[in-house]
């Protein structure tokens, strides 16, 4: 049965300046850092201005952190698309990864993630894939993505 234990947070958002790979790799890190100290996983999904996060943990933590990155003014027209109780992460370590492009600059990047490139383990132990993993393969095949205007 799942609990309050890992508590799964899903939401998009717009960038409101256009994000070098450099800027999108400070971020990485700077995210890998914080979440790793409050114990949250997740993955961060960039593709032309638009962002999908999950946010994986302790549900008052997650809350916590989505409410500090909701006001970061680099985007808006954030929309929370899930909330839920489960089980177990989905996602064992803090990632980024990009629909396209930037690959090559942050492809050594501790916490980047190529899943784009190289295919996606969609099921889970159960065999069911999790609402999480499938939003993203949604956003991936270009569902949720959030009006850019930069
Ligand atoms: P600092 O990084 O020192 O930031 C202090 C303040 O400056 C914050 O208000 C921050 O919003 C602002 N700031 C920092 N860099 C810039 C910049 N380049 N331009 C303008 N303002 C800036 N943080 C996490 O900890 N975990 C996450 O998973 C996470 N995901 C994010 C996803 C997205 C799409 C975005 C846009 C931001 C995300 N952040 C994440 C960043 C988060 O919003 C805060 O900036 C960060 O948590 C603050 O970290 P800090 O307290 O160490 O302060």
């Known amino acids: ?3 309050d234990a890992t508590f799964q ?14 800027a999108l790799g400070q971020l990485l890190m700077k995210s890998r850092v914080n979440n ?15 962002f999908f996060q999950v946010l994986e943990g302790h549900r008052d933590v997650v809350e916590t952190l989505f409410r500090r990155i909701s006001i970061d003014p680099r985007h808006h027209r ?12 989905s996602f064992g370590d803090w990632s980024m ?8 600059e942050l492809g050594g990047l501790p916490g980047f ?6 295919g996606f383990e969609l099921t889970e132990v159960s065999g069911k894939a999790s609402s999480a993993k499938e939003l993203l393969l949604a956003f991936r095949a270009g569902r949720f993505r959030q009006f850019v205007d930069v």
């Open 78 to 89: 954030i929309q929370a698309l899930l909330r839920q109780s489960v089980a177990q992460p």
């Open 36 to 50: 790793h100290r409050v114990g949250v996983s997740g993955i961060l999904v960039h593709h032309a201005g638009s």
């Open 1 to 3: 049965m799942a609990s």
């Open 9 to 22: 947070l899903v939401y998009v958002s717009a960038a409101k300046a256009t994000f070098s790979p450099a």
């Open 113 to 118: 993630n190529d899943f784009f490139r190289r």
């Open 97 to 104: 990864g990009f629909v396209e492009g930037a690959q090559r």
